[in-house]
Structure formats: C-alpha cells, structure tokens
C-alpha cells in the first residue's frame, strides 16, 4: 500500500514556475514507476510526465516537453515536478500516481496506475 500526497500547487502568471511535490508513506517507493498527471475543468485526465523506477529514465507528454522536469528522490521517497514557463492551458489538478507497471508505459498508464494522490490545484493565469 502507498500513500501519495501532493504539495506545491497555486496561483500564478503566465511565465512563472512552479515545483510540484509528492511524498509516499511506505517502504516500497523504489518498486513503482511514477507519474504526473492532470485534468483540467470539463476535460479527461492526461499523463504529464513520467519516470522509471531507478530514476534514469523520463517521459513527457508533447505538450510540456522542455518546460518540465520529473525527478524522484528514491531515499525521500518523493518525486518532483518542476514546471518552468507555465502557460494559462497548464491549469489543472495535478496527481501524483504509482504504478506497477513496466516504465515505458506510463505514458499510456492514467487508467492504470494502482495508487493515486488527491491533487493538488495549479491555475496560471493570463
């Protein structure tokens, strides 16, 4: 069982950053890939970014590639989202997710993923 709970969210400008945190209670952190996710109002959740159990590896959705950074700290059992040049279509609840799944497949995991936070709100605004 893991516990994920989300920090890190709120209000800004268009062109501001962010740092989005996850912290996992339990002792199985390393065993999970981890992902961001989002949904934004009247929309489906998507995956926003990705990263392997060891941390080499990353994966990011088309729409925030070169803008944000996934990273994990496996000691701390955290896992960071940077978001640099936030845009008016960042906004969304974010989650952080585990899942049990092979890495490369968090891409396509948001219907998968075996454990999920609760969110945290990001509203950029124009």
């Known amino acids: 069982q893991v516990q994920l709970v989300e920090s890190g969210g709120g209000l800004v400008q268009a062109g501001d950053s962010l740092r989005l945190s996850c912290a996992a209670s339990?002792?199985?952190?390393?065993?999970?890939?981890m992902g961001w996710f989002r949904q934004a109002p009247g929309k489906e959740r998507e995956f926003v970014a990705g990263?392997?159990?060891?941390?080499?590896?990353?994966y990011y959705a088309d729409s925030v590639k070169g803008r944000f950074t996934i990273s994990r700290d496996n000691a701390k059992n955290a896992v960071f989202l940077q978001m640099n040049s936030l845009k008016p279509e960042d906004t969304a609840v974010y989650y952080c997710?585990?899942?049990?799944?092979?890495?490369?497949?968090?891409?396509?995991?948001?219907?998968?993923?075996?454990?999920w936070g609760k969110g945290t709100l990001v509203t950029v605004s124009s």
């Open positions: 997710a585990a899942g049990s799944l092979r890495d490369d497949l968090v891409v396509v995991a948001v219907n998968v993923m075996d454990y």
């Open positions: 990263i392997s159990r060891n941390a080499v590896s990353t």
């Open positions: 339990g002792r199985t952190f390393s065993r999970y890939v």
